[in-house]
């Protein structure tokens, strides 16, 4: 009378493909997984740097920093206004730096010295 399928009865009127499998990755749980932990280790170090500049210098110690004159302006005044500027400036520097030695010791080429592998991939 009532055409409805039955809740307890789907399971064995569903006739739609299984789902396709996890492909498997061999590489993520070796090389391209140490290059992505060193990377966050790279990036986890400079952004303290950064917050202790920013942040504890220029905010936080501002009052301790002030004592201290850096020409005729408080060190305190300086750092936040100028410093933490050019900390951050500095920081992308490095981090370049950083990244092509990570990228040289994992294989990861992106220059254009080598135009066959332009891809990033890890080798």
Request: aromatic residues 10%; charged residues 15%.
């Amino acid at each position: 009378m009532n055409d409805a399928p039955n809740p307890a009865e789907s399971d064995s009127l569903d006739t739609s493909p299984p789902a396709p499998a996890a492909p498997d990755v061999p590489a993520a749980g070796g090389r391209a997984r140490q290059y992505w932990h060193a990377n966050l280790r790279v990036i986890g170090l400079l952004l303290a740097v950064w917050f202790l500049v920013s942040i504890v210098l220029s905010i936080l110690l501002i009052e301790d920093l002030n004592t201290i004159t850096l020409g005729k302006l408080p060190l305190g005044f300086w750092i936040a206004q100028q410093g933490a500027i050019y900390v951050f400036v500095i920081l992308i520097f490095v981090y370049a730096f950083w990244m092509d030695r990570l990228d040289r010791r994992f294989g990861v080429n992106e220059s254009r010295d080598n135009p066959g592998s332009d891809t990033g991939a890890i080798e």
